[in-house]
């Protein structure tokens, strides 16, 4: 089983609506991360958090350390969002070098 | 432009080759990284370095090798030893530890 979870692995949306990906983990952690890759690979930081909720335009991230869950939200979706989101998280207890990753989730929106 | 590049973008290796892939950054970061990514996998750890002149075994270290002589430089190496190399390579840099890392562009590497 691994360590991170997430879900759904793939998601279509219609422009415009809410968007919600999940993440669950089964270790402690003392970070976690939000990753956007690009379909030509390219891999961009969206949020990194411990504890509480982050917001950048129309992405939103909150994290709930006891229940080991973290949510991606997008609000008024849009075709330029279809993407694949990746959580990553460093082990307490581990380097805190260290990322591991979940497997990422499709996001397909369209127009 | 701060940034982190990769080269080349796509390699070919030929059976018994060792091929170099090369990871360049000038944000000043202590800290570099090496992934692999297959497809239906999430990204694993090859090598990372903390500090110049330093570096530490991943998840996967095996059959890859790495440099790491000036702060902005960490090539990878893929030896003949690694059976199955055929990936997406990236690279990607930090400050320090816990912090935001910043991703290259990625090598994509295919066997001939």
């Known amino acids: 089983k691994n360590e991170v979870e997430q879900s759904p692995q793939n998601l279509t949306a219609q422009e415009g609506e809410f968007i919600t990906i999940n993440c669950s983990y089964s270790v402690g952690i003392s970070a976690l991360h939000w990753l956007q890759q690009h379909p030509g690979g390219g891999i961009v930081s969206l949020f990194m958090?411990?504890?509480g909720k982050k917001k950048h335009g129309r992405l939103i991230a909150t994290i709930n350390i006891q229940e080991k869950h973290s949510s991606l939200h997008i609000t008024a979706s849009h075709p330029r969002d279809s993407a694949v989101y990746i959580c990553?998280?460093?082990?307490?207890?581990?380097?805190?070098?260290?990322?591991?990753f979940g497997k990422g989730t499709l996001l397909t929106v369209n127009p | 432009d701060g940034g982190i590049t990769q080269s080349p973008k796509y390699l070919f290796r030929k059976e018994g080759q060792n091929v170099t892939l090369s990871c360049e950054q000038n944000?000043?970061?202590?800290?570099m990284y090496w992934y692999r990514q297959d497809p239906g996998q999430g990204l694993r750890l090859i090598y990372y370095?903390?500090?110049?002149?330093?570096?530490q075994k991943g998840d996967i270290a095996e059959g890859y090798s790495v440099s790491r002589e000036k702060k902005e430089s960490f090539p990878l190496t893929v030896t003949s030893a690694q059976k199955n190399p055929t990936a997406f390579y990236l690279c990607?840099?930090?400050?320090?530890?816990?912090?935001?890392?910043?991703f290259g562009p990625g090598t994509r590497l295919l066997v001939l």
């Open positions: 958090l411990s504890s």
């Open positions: 990553a998280v460093h082990l307490s207890g581990g380097s805190n070098y260290k990322l591991t």
């Open positions: 990607a840099s930090s400050w320090g530890s816990q912090e935001t890392q910043y």
């Open positions: 944000l000043n970061h202590d800290a």
């Open positions: 370095s903390q500090i110049v002149n330093d570096f």
